[in-house]
Nanobody, 117 residues
Framework: QVQLVESGGGLVQPGGSLRLSCSTSGLTFSRTVISWYRQAPGKERELVAGFNDFGATRYADSVKGRFTISRDNAKNTVYLQMNSLKPEDTAVYYC???????????WGQGTQVTVSS
């Protein structure tokens, strides 16, 4: 059974930092591509950060220079370090895994990030 579990969300002040974690199971980690999405109230889900099939990183323009995606292959875990947070970063953040061979997607249940003074 494929399972993705996000953690690390919470309430922070503008300018603060959070680190999100995405723990995976039921996947061959080296054969998956992991990315982070977010969805704010009234808006569609959008790509925040991810890896391409060579392991290079990509980011949404709105978070470049502030967010960093990384992975720990031994722990089958992907992280999203979020610095200099802004109120517009408030959203539910989701982890997505795509299996390279099958091309199918799996989603976690999300973790809430709220940036407010």
């Amino acid at each position: 059974q494929v399972q993705l579990v996000e953690s690390g969300g919470g309430l922070v002040q503008p300018g603060g930092s959070l680190r999100l974690s995405c723990s995976t199971s039921g996947l061959t980690f080296s054969r998956t591509v992991i990315s982070w999405y977010r969805q704010a109230p009234g808006k569609e889900r959008e790509l925040v950060a991810g890896f391409n099939d060579f392991g290079a990183t990509r980011y949404a323009d709105s978070v470049k220079g502030r967010f960093t995606i990384s992975r720990d292959n031994a722990k089958n875990t992907v992280y999203l370090q979020m610095n200099s947070l802004k109120p517009e970063d408030t959203a539910v953040y989701y982890c997505k895994a795509k299996r390279l061979l099958a091309g199918d997607d799996y989603w976690g249940q999300g973790t809430q990030v709220t940036v407010s003074s």
